[in-house]
């Protein structure tokens, strides 16, 4: 994934400009009516995607009848494996949420001492860290793609680090490769915080299976949601039964612990509701996915916005619409987002600010790093909403309202921020 910079003035089309269109057409038109637009008053920037509710009165009989309600029941292990399947996996465990997930995965592999990590990210990530007592160290990110930077990664490693934890920010794929090769050097373990990146897949292979884990969130707010919930994607079935261990309390069996566990389990019902949800997700994300194509087909062409766009062999979830805004309509984003939001467009500046700007991290030391990059994508990042059953015409108006923002601004001197 890279950005693709536009300088001022419009782009004209390519050929390759052309071709995406034409796609999302394409796209647009072969999305099934079972999740068909929905034209509310207002635009959420984003919206959970929910099955019909009388398929998922089944389920709720089910678990009724026998009285399962948690402590893995047959829905909770039915979708363990049918997730595995989806996603093209070896081994998943479930738990109660992204963050816990990462929690278990942090002791599944004895982390200890520092983890090296980046700022631009939501303060999950930090969070969970420190919940297993280790220290986070946040590098810069890559300019090009708003991941963590490797070539950052090498110069922060001390023998006191135990880890590095990427995020595949945005659900846009890390440089796994040069990551694995770091990794290798150093004999650091990998975990990959997958949160927002269900289903994406590079070259063909699920971008889940990098790392020594990879965790993903089921919230809500995700592309595929068990109202929360979410997995550890694992190497080896024995991390796997370590996992499951460690959600349960650290039972070895009925009455045995020999690990500081927690309760991180999925009940029934999340279960039951991941399974109906399962088999729409694919049809989700193509909605998503034509949504982002004609939100691009306008966006990539106007003064001083850069989109994030894929790269040969990705395949996206879309998972979210994010895009900077040029210098010269950067300081004048919450202006921007006001006169979204009088149009009842609401959008977002994921990820401002970074976790070093939080109370609880600006005494840890490597906060006060300059961060330059992370710095400024954290004040020209903003996103636009992005859900399956989101009305045209709300894109239509959201890709309005910034076109003409920025054709306003074109006539305001450039105050290049310091960096």
Not at 182 to 209: P, T
Not at 233 to 247: H, S, Y
Request: aromatic residues 8%; glycine residues 4%; charged residues 20%.
């Amino acid at each position: 994934m890279e950005l693709t910079r536009v300088a001022a003035g419009r782009r004209r089309l390519t050929p390759s400009d052309n071709a995406r269109q034409a796609e999302s057409a394409e796209v647009a038109s072969a999305i099934p009516a079972r999740a068909p637009p929905v034209d509310l008053d207002e635009a959420p920037v984003t919206r959970p995607f929910l099955p019909p509710l009388e398929e998922f009165q089944p389920y709720l009989e089910q678990i009724w009848k026998n009285r399962w309600l948690t402590n893995c029941g047959p829905f909770h292990e039915q979708l363990e494996a049918e997730l595995a399947v989806h996603l093209g996996v070896d081994h998943l465990a479930l738990t109660s949420n992204g963050t816990t997930a990462l929690q278990m995965a942090f002791q599944a592999l004895d982390l200890q001492g520092e983890v090296i990590t980046t700022p631009f990210t939501f303060v999950a990530t930090a969070h969970a860290l420190r919940a297993c007592n280790l220290r986070p160290v946040f590098v810069d990110i890559d300019p090009r793609t708003g991941n963590l930077d490797p070539a950052k990664i090498e110069q922060a490693i001390t023998s006191d680090t135990s880890a590095i934890l990427p995020v595949h920010c945005f659900g846009h794929p890390c440089q796994t490769n040069r990551i694995a090769a770091i990794a290798e050097r150093h004999s650091l373990k990998v975990v990959y915080d997958a949160a927002q990146a269900f289903g994406v897949r590079r070259d063909g292979e699920s971008l889940l299976r990098s790392g020594d884990a990879a965790c993903v969130s089921f919230h809500a707010t995700k592309v595929f949601n068990t109202f929360e919930g979410g997995a550890v994607i694992c190497p080896d079935v024995r991390t796997k039964r370590r996992i499951a261990q460690l959600r349960n309390f650290g039972f070895t069996d009925t009455y045995s612990v020999d690990a500081i566990g927690t309760n991180a389990k999925m009940n029934e019902v999340q279960a039951a509701f991941g399974l109906l949800q399962l088999k729409y997700v694919d049809e989700a994300i193509s909605r998503r996915g034509a949504i982002a194509a004609r939100y691009a087909a306008t966006l990539r062409s106007l003064e001083d916005i850069e989109l994030f766009e894929p790269e040969a062999g990705w395949q996206p979830n879309h998972s979210y619409f994010p895009m900077l805004l040029g210098e010269r309509i950067a300081d004048q984003r919450d202006a921007l987002c006001a006169r979204l939001l009088a149009a009842g467009i609401h959008s977002r500046p994921y990820f401002w600010p970074l976790v070093t700007d939080h109370a609880v991290y600006r005494h840890v030391p490597s906060a006060a790093a300059e961060l330059l990059v992370a710095r400024d994508f954290a004040r020209r990042v903003l996103c636009l909403p992005l859900y399956p059953d989101l009305a045209v015409r709300h894109v239509d108006n959201a890709v309005s309202i910034v076109a003409e923002f920025c054709q306003a601004e074109t006539s305001r001197p450039l105050a290049r921020a310091a960096r």
